[in-house]
């Protein structure tokens, strides 16, 4: 069983790593590979590879190591080391990215709920409670308090929904005071960051001009 | 077992020792071992309203440090044929006199013996509300009609959710006054209890009588006339489970006459 085995497609050619070899194996097989490909080349061109290691997650290290190997040899580079698994840490974030996230509890005076990705929320949040998340913030709740999109930094996304109660409405590091910008009561309202970097209030039937990206992500 | 109770609010001087006072005499009228334990170390008062503090020997940080026995720093109070007694405070300490685990052992040690334990915590959220929260098996909320002292209501009832006791909070609205709730100057009872998502025990009108019997050491709930009394003995039904409809108040709207309080059921 080899555990090192060079493919040829129209992508470009690729290493593939056996998942149940051990890593010394594979750094062996990978030096008696390449020195073979070297000794045949033909062209001076620089061929780059993919390697792929299927059910294999390479910690830092060993990245590293498969990468000097490679770059040791004159004309050989690495495009890019892709495996079909990931950390369960990372699935946790990207899942979290990509849900809408249901808050429905009440967030109370000197509380503060900090979520990840888009939130749809349903609770209440009193005076001098906060909720904050990476994403949008749909509300449907009742806002008392603050409520920020984009934390910490990101002014792409939107806060919509009842907003004229609230206290502050933030999205990145932009920050309205509800009292002083007087949003009209509409629960359509989108509070956005505009070109000039600063917060506005919007409709919601004007969302397509107002973030493009979102109007057609939530396929209106 | 006894029940042990923590009056709390978060904001001061809207009346947690007035109502502790108060609520734990109407219990020892009902015929309930009821003990008071005032943890308002450094600046005790619970005493002077129950008029016992001429007769404080030993006091709770005594107790703690070994100095007495908590039998020996209890006051009895001899209006009531010994069914209510006090826990006093320390005068010459602080709130970090104690620690959680110290106040659980002695809340513990007094259910024991009472039907009734009813913590008076300090104003704040500091280390004295965390001792008063740590021996509780439930709190009463106590908060007015005024807006900063609602929102300090919701801050502990936040950090009352956090760390959930045995039963379910309640809410006591205190100071209330007819007049400006009927003229929305003040939020009335149904928006306070809707604002804080808490069950109300009861309600408590604003009178000159409650001030006036304190300060001779006479919980106004011994005035069999006083309304502020009237109340307070209807919570003290209420905690005992009983069903007892909400007082009226003089010149509010008729619309939350009907409405029936939430109470205790004892566990």
Avoid at chain 2, 86 to 99: G, H, R
Avoid at chain 2, 167 to 183: F, K, P, T
Avoid at chain 2, 236 to 263: C, D, N, Y
């Amino acid at each position: 069983m080899q555990s090192v085995v060079l493919r040829g497609n129209q992508d470009g050619y690729q290493l593939v790593l056996d998942q149940s070899a051990g890593f010394e194996d594979i750094k062996l097989e990978l030096r008696t590979l390449l020195d073979k490909l070297a000794a045949d080349a033909t062209t001076t061109s620089t061929i780059s590879f993919d390697v792929l290691t299927a059910n294999r997650l390479m910690t830092q290290d060993e990245n590293q190591a498969l990468s000097k190997i490679i770059s040791s040899y004159e004309h050989f580079t690495i495009h890019k080391i892709i495996a079909d698994v990931i950390t369960i840490a990372d699935a946790t974030r990207l899942k979290e990215q990509d849900n809408v996230h249901l808050v429905t509890q009440t967030i109370r005076n000197g509380q503060t709920l900090t979520m990840k990705g888009d939130v749809l929320f349903l609770g209440v949040i009193n005076e001098g409670g906060r909720l904050l998340t990476s994403g949008n913030l749909f509300i449907m709740g009742t806002v008392l308090g603050i409520a920020q999109a984009g934390f910490p930094s990101n002014e792409e996304k939107v806060v919509m929904g009842e907003l004229a109660k609230a206290q502050q409405v933030r999205i990145g590091e932009q920050i309205s005071i509800v009292e002083a910008d007087q949003p009209e009561p509409d629960f359509q309202t989108v509070a956005y960051v505009n070109d000039l970097h600063v917060l506005e209030y919007g409709k919601l039937s004007d969302l397509k001009t107002i973030n493009p990206k979102l109007y057609h992500q939530i396929g209106g | 077992m006894g029940k042990s109770i923590v009056i709390t609010s978060g904001k001061g001087g809207v009346g947690k020792t007035t109502s502790s006072a108060n609520i734990g005499t109407a219990l020892a009228l009902m015929g309930k071992r009821v003990c008071l334990v005032d943890l308002d170390i450094g600046l005790r008062n619970l005493d002077v309203v129950l008029g016992l503090d001429n007769r404080i020997i030993y006091d709770i940080v005594d107790v703690v440090e070994g100095r007495a026995k908590l039998a020996q720093a209890l006051v009895k109070d001899k209006r009531f044929d010994d069914l209510l007694y006090l826990l006093p405070a320390a005068q010459n300490a602080d709130k970090t006199a104690l620690n959680e685990e110290q106040a659980k052992e002695i809340v513990d040690e007094l259910k024991n013996d009472f039907d009734y334990v009813i913590l008076d915590c300090p104003a704040g959220i500091e280390q004295g509300f965390l001792n008063a929260v740590a021996g509780a098996d439930t709190a009463i909320i106590v908060t007015t009609p005024e807006i900063s002292a609602v929102r300090d209501a919701d801050r502990v009832v936040g950090l009352l959710e956090k760390n959930p006791l045995k039963e379910e909070s309640h809410l006591l609205i205190n100071r209330i006054r007819g007049h400006m709730m009927a003229e929305g100057d003040v939020m009335d009872i149904d928006e306070i209890t809707h604002h804080l998502g808490v069950p109300l025990l009861g309600i408590i009108v604003d009178d000159d009588e409650v001030i006036a019997t304190s300060n001779r050491g006479e919980p106004v709930v011994l005035e069999t006339e006083n309304p502020a009394g009237h109340g307070y003995r209807d919570i003290a039904r209420r905690i005992e489970g009983e069903t007892v409809p909400l007082m009226k108040i003089q010149g509010t709207k008729p619309s939350f006459w009907s409405r029936i309080g939430h109470w205790f059921r004892r566990g």
